[in-house]
């Protein structure tokens, strides 16, 4: 089953918050990691997407849409 990047995000956000509560820090560093391994995993599963709709010919102005708002350059 392909990875929903927004559950990967969310994952994502509460190792942040259990980062910002750990009392040692060798539990921060551990939470850290899992955070940013989550982030990666949402990068990777939005990468996936856009190479699935390359594959599937989604028209080049919806994917470059796609691919610009993934890029942040629209806030």
């Known amino acids: ?26 539990a921060r560093q551990i939470f850290a990691q899992m955070a940013e391994t989550w982030n990666r995993l949402a990068a990777e599963a ?7 709709r390359m594959q599937l ?3 080049d102005d919806d994917l470059h849409q796609d691919l610009k708002f993934r890029l ?3 806030a």
């Open 1 to 26: 089953m392909p990875a929903n990047p927004r559950q990967c995000r969310l994952y994502a956000s509460r190792f942040v918050a259990l980062t910002k509560n750990a009392r040692s820090p060798e």
């Open 72 to 74: 942040g350059e629209y």
């Open 46 to 52: 939005e990468s996936d997407q856009t190479l699935l």
């Open 57 to 59: 010919g989604v028209p």
